[in-house]
């Protein structure tokens, strides 16, 4: 089993729609959890970071930790056809400076 | 800021051959470089772990001497690919963090396909 899950997709949505993605993860002494965006080919973007359980917002996106429940979101609202890429979940037992472990990744398609 | 460079963004290369990927930061000093490879489709999985000056930490499963490693200064990692062979192609990108200073996040390089016929 791996230590992050998070399911491929692809996810389509249409534009406008709120995009909703999720990552479970085994291990609890992940405190740190990070949302990347990666467009093909590309580095990975740092999209939402936070510490702990609780919700944080930025502009469109919101990322939620649950870590009663090992469980991490982040959510898409208004969605374009430019955030179509790659969402990857990391997480780390510290800060994100450090070691990171990474969900598989889900293909987010937004059609216009 | 907080840019990180990769170079060369491509490359191919015959098998048997070595090849070497520079990482750069190119406005802060890195304390910490991280190497990754990801395959089509797939997330990044660690490779490696480099402190400037000293010798990389590599993770399990991932041969030391094939993959070498040197982090001479705070703004230059390499990752040299010794003897690649054509399972070795693969996307391999790098990771700087600046500790506290930078709000202890990773930056991300633009990343470097490798393909080894």
């Known amino acids: 089993q791996k230590e992050v899950e998070q399911d491929p997709g692809p996810l389509s949505v249409p534009e406008g729609a709120i995009v909703s993605l999720n990552c479970t993860y085994s291990n609890s002494a992940f405190q740190y959890f990070m949302w990347y965006r990666q467009y093909s080919r590309k580095g990975p973007e740092l999209l939402m970071y936070?510490?702990?359980?609780g919700n944080k917002e930025d502009g469109r996106f919101t990322a939620q930790v649950d870590k009663s429940s090992k469980y991490i979101s982040l959510f898409i609202r208004d969605s374009q056809p430019s955030d179509s890429a790659t969402y990857l979940c990391?997480?780390?037992?510290?800060?994100?400076?450090?070691?990171?472990?990474f969900g598989g990744g889900t293909r987010v398609l937004v059609k216009p | 800021g907080a840019v990180v460079s990769q170079h060369p963004s491509w490359v191919i290369c015959k098998s048997g051959t070595s090849v070497k990927i520079e990482c750069r930061s190119l406005d802060f000093q890195a304390t910490t470089m991280f190497w990754y490879r990801q395959f089509p489709k797939q997330s990044l999985m660690l490779m490696a772990t480099s402190n400037e000056g000293s010798k990389a930490t590599y993770e399990q499963g991932v041969e030391k001497d094939k993959f070498l490693i040197n982090h001479a200064s705070l703004t230059l990692s390499t990752l040299t690919v010794t003897s690649a062979h054509p399972e070795d192609s693969s996307f391999y990108i790098c990771?700087?963090?600046?500790?506290?200073?930078?709000?202890?996040?990773?930056?991300f390089g633009p990343g470097t396909r490798l393909t080894v016929l």
């Open positions: 990391a997480m780390s037992a510290q800060t994100a400076g450090n070691k990171l472990t």
């Open positions: 936070t510490y702990s359980s």
């Open positions: 990771s700087a963090s600046a500790g506290t200073s930078l709000g202890n996040e990773q930056f």
